[in-house]
């Protein structure tokens, strides 16, 4: 089984400035991926970005970054020089097994203030 | 392309109804997935397809739920008979191939409330 958590459930930030968001998680697969999706208010889901388990350099997308930390299980987001399209509910998925099922966590609602 | 399409965007209906979601994939992917995601358990997986065969439906929550894919380019989730706790958002996805790092395209999701 795959579980994701996502302990902050709202975090605000202000425009151009840097913001981190935490995801840890738990699997038993040996082989998986992780993802940052982002939903904002129109609903649509958007893959923001994806790091693959087994690469130890972290992945980057333009402003947004990974601080992943397998030992830990940690894949915490960060997002520098935060626009006001920024804002949104970030979700923390796992991808792992024969499956290829996603499991998300709760999410984190962030809101970036002008 | 016009992406993963869902209709109707909003569903309001009675208890007991029987209710009919609706998802058209992007073109040429092989995998469909559809998702519910409430307040209290987040996004949960339903069931997902492989070239129009349901694969896992283990995330189905009882019989009062089914799910179709008669061709590459459609699928239905039904909801007989409709309850108030399905009110929920239903998201159709589809991905291109197997594989772990395989991106799933959401559509706009479909918003059911059930009174």
């Known amino acids: 089984a795959q579980t994701v958590t996502q302990s902050q459930p709202e975090m605000s930030v202000q425009e151009a400035e840097t913001v981190t968001l935490s995801c840890t998680y738990d699997?038993?697969?040996?082989?998986?991926?992780l993802f940052w999706y982002k939903q904002p208010p129109s609903r649509q889901m958007i893959l923001v970005i994806r790091?693959?388990?087994?690469?130890?350099q972290n992945a980057t997308e333009n402003r947004f970054s990974v601080n992943f930390q397998k030992a830990a299980k940690s894949f915490s987001l960060k997002i520098s020089d935060s626009q006001l399209g920024d804002t949104a509910m970030y979700f923390c998925a796992v991808s792992g097994g024969s499956n290829y099922k996603l499991t998300f966590g709760k999410g984190t609602l962030l809101t970036v203030n002008p | 392309d016009a992406g993963v399409i869902q209709s109707p965007r909003h569903e309001v209906t009675e208890m007991g109804q029987e209710v009919t979601l609706r998802c058209k994939p992007i073109s040429g992917h092989d995998y469909l997935f559809w998702y519910r995601q409430t307040m209290m358990r987040g996004l949960e997986l339903l069931i997902y397809?492989?070239?129009?065969?349901?694969?896992?439906d283990s995330g189905m929550p009882e019989d009062r739920f089914s799910a179709k894919m008669p061709n590459a380019s459609f699928s239905t989730l039904k909801i007989q008979p409709s309850e108030p706790r399905d009110s929920a958002v239903y998201f159709c996805a589809s991905s291109l191939g197997p594989g772990l790092a395989v991106e799933q395209f959401f559509g706009p999701g479909t918003r059911l409330t059930v009174l």
């Open positions: 790091q693959e388990a087994y690469k130890q």
């Open positions: 699997t038993s697969e040996s082989n998986y991926y």
């Open positions: 397809f492989n070239n129009n065969v349901p694969i896992d």
